[in-house]
Every structure is written in C-alpha cells, then in structure tokens.
C-alpha cells in the first residue's frame, strides 16, 4: 500500500524559513517524479514544485527563487525548503508521487504552514 507522509508545516513570520518533508511507503520514491502543491483557503489547489526521478525541477512563478526541491532517496523522502515566506505563503501544502505522467497519483495528506506576524 502507497502512503505519502507530509511533515514540518508550523506557523512562522513573513521572512521566515521552513522546510517541509514528504516521506513515501510502499513504493520506492527513486523512481517516481515528486509534487508539492498547495491550498488557501477558499482557492484551488495550486502546483508549487516538482522534482522528477532524473532529479529535474520545476517552480511556480510565484515561488521561483525563494523555494528549492530536493530528495534524498536513500530516506524515501522529498524536501521543500522554503525560504524568504510571504504571507501569501500560507496554505496547506500537498505531496504527491506518480510513477510517469498520466499514472495514477497518491496525495499526502497535507502540512500546515502559515505565514503571520
């Protein structure tokens, strides 16, 4: 069974830092190309950064330079660090694994991150 674990979301200042985990089970996270989106309140889901088995990435305009993916396959797990956070920031944010595009998606649950003062 699938199961993708999110972790390190917690409530921080604009400026701020946090890094956030996604730790698979069930599958062997090497192979599988990694998401991470996320969710306001009251707006859709939105994509934030991916990182594909070959290690490739990609940003969100919105989050270009400030956000950086990673993994660590040896753990099963991919980081996003996040760094200089606005306000717009906040949101529960979403990992997801696909083993090739079009594949069948498994969704984390979700972390928490909020960005106040």
């Known amino acids: 069974q699938v199961r993708i674990v999110e972790s390190g979301g917690d409530l921080v200042q604009p400026g701020g830092s946090l890094r956030l985990s996604c730790t698979a089970s069930g599958v062997t996270a090497s192979g599988y190309d990694m998401d991470w989106n996320r969710q306001a309140p009251g707006k859709q889901r939105e994509f934030v950064a991916f990182i594909t088995n070959g290690n490739r990435t990609g940003y969100a305009d919105s989050v270009k330079g400030r956000f950086a993916v990673s993994r660590d396959n040896t753990k099963n797990t991919v980081y996003l660090q996040m760094n200089n956070l606005k306000f717009d920031d906040t949101g529960v944010y979403y990992c997801?694994?696909?083993?090739?595009?079009?594949?069948?998606?498994?969704w984390g649950q979700g972390t928490q991150v909020t960005v106040s003062s």
């Open positions: 997801s694994a696909r083993a090739y595009p079009g594949a069948q998606v498994y």
